[in-house]
């Protein structure tokens, strides 16, 4: 546990993020929809009116620099405490503290970075300090609370989101960090437009990632005579060569992309299906968990309105395993692309549902006595197997022959489509219902 004041540092070897970091609202970038003049969390903060709160947002959009902030303003005891260091002992020693301070009429305003990092019994010893005001707690994390927040604890929190940082902020950011006596003003740097909005576009929305890759573009960049820093295209090649893409493979965003994919396969959009998918496979996603997501929806959503779609689908996940990456993303897009535009139907996942519901819901019925094999005298002698028709001795392959139990004698679980191929399968099944149906 630290006290705020380290967020003071100004050290000349600090990063250049920590050395710019904002001291006051008004040197913010960003959040407008937070921040702006009249807006709650403004008005929350210069009034040090502060109740217990989550930042939520991708890293780099201002999370710690608020706490910060608020660290400058309020009255308070503030207390900055991280998830990644600290456990049961160094809660309770903060809690027995700040009971004491309140007792004294003191508030203390508690500031957690990475609470998702908390695991349950750590989250429940901040729920009664919370509830009777012993503490304000300050939560930041880059995960969806709903999933990584104790339900009690995050009813009692105001959640305010954070988001990406737009490509203007972060182009003020970065003209401000070769400006200012903190960043590179004391130096004479050479730096064009065009470079400064490629800083800005890699960065992706991340204030943190934007000054650390014109860090390092300054850093690697050539001295003239003069003394001037000279940032060559060259130089900025290799500081921007790779996105920094936000993407947690276990994480919320994980579960928005591969649904993204479904979503667009489903809606026939190949082309937002391929961009989501190689978003995944960039963000470092394993291609067999990609391939396994297509294999279900080849039979989820086409079906038996194209059956080939479930071998592309499954010759993918060979190719992916057989490759590997990067070779095998064009499989993968192969097989994307195909699925998309394939007919579709989701008869066959309908069918499974409503049988699970029935199976699930009502009694477990036996199977019917035609339809079960007689291995022994006495199971034939109770009649196992008694009236079963083979339907390769007919003619047309049919009998009339009942397989469903008494209690779902009518039921229809797989109802085809008049998509693709299905439609074949429609027509034949409608006629043999009705063949069955004809005295």
Partial sequence: MEQMSLFDDRKINAPLASRLRPECLKDFVGQEHLLGEGRMLRQLIERDQISSMIFWGPPGVGKTTLASIIAGRTKADFINFSAVT?????????????????????????????????????????????????????????????????????????????????????????????????????????????????????????????????EMAVLNGDLDENGTIIVTDEGMEQCIS?????????????????????????????????????????????????????????????????????????????????????????????????????????????????????????????????ICNAPTKLMEELNYGKGYAYAHDYEDKLTKMQCLPDALRDKEYYRPTAQGAEKAVKERLDAIKEWKRTP
């Fill in 86 to 214: 600290s456990g049961i002992k160094e809660i309770k020693e903060v809690m027995h503290q700040a009971e004491a301070s309140r007792m004294m009429g003191i508030r203390t305003v508690l500031f957690v970075d990475e609470i998702h990092r908390f695991n349950k019994a750590q989250q429940d010893a901040f729920l009664p300090f919370v509830e009777k005001g012993s503490i304000i707690l300050i939560g930041a994390t880059t995960e969806n609370p709903s999933f990584e927040v104790n339900a009690a604890l995050l009813s009692r929190c105001k959640v305010f989101v954070l988001r990406a940082l737009e490509e203007k902020d972060l182009l003020h950011l970065l003209k401000h960090a070769l400006e200012s006596p903190n960043g590179f003003g004391n130096q004479r740097i050479r730096m064009t437009e065009t470079q400064l909005q490629a800083v800005a576009q890699v960065a992706n929305g991340d204030a943190r990632m934007a000054l650390n890759t014109l």
């Fill in 242 to 370: 790779r996105k920094s893409l936000l993407y947690d493979k276990n994480g919320e965003e994980h579960y928005n992309l591969i649904s993204a994919l479904h979503k667009s396969m489903r809606n026939s959009d190949p082309d937002a299906a391929v961009y989501w998918m190689q978003r995944m496979l960039e963000g470092g996603e394993n291609p067999l968990y990609i391939a396994r997501r297509l294999i279900r929806f080849a039979s989820e959503d086409i079906g038996l309105a194209d059956s080939q779609a479930l071998g592309i689908a499954v010759a993918a996940y060979q190719a992916c395993h057989f490759n590997g990456m990067p070779e095998c993303d064009v499989n993968l897009a192969q097989a994307v692309v195909y699925l998309s535009m394939a007919p579709k139907s989701n008869a066959l996942y309908v069918a499974c549902e409503e049988s699970k519901k029935d199976i699930r819901t009502m009694r477990t019925e036996p199977v019917p006595l035609q």
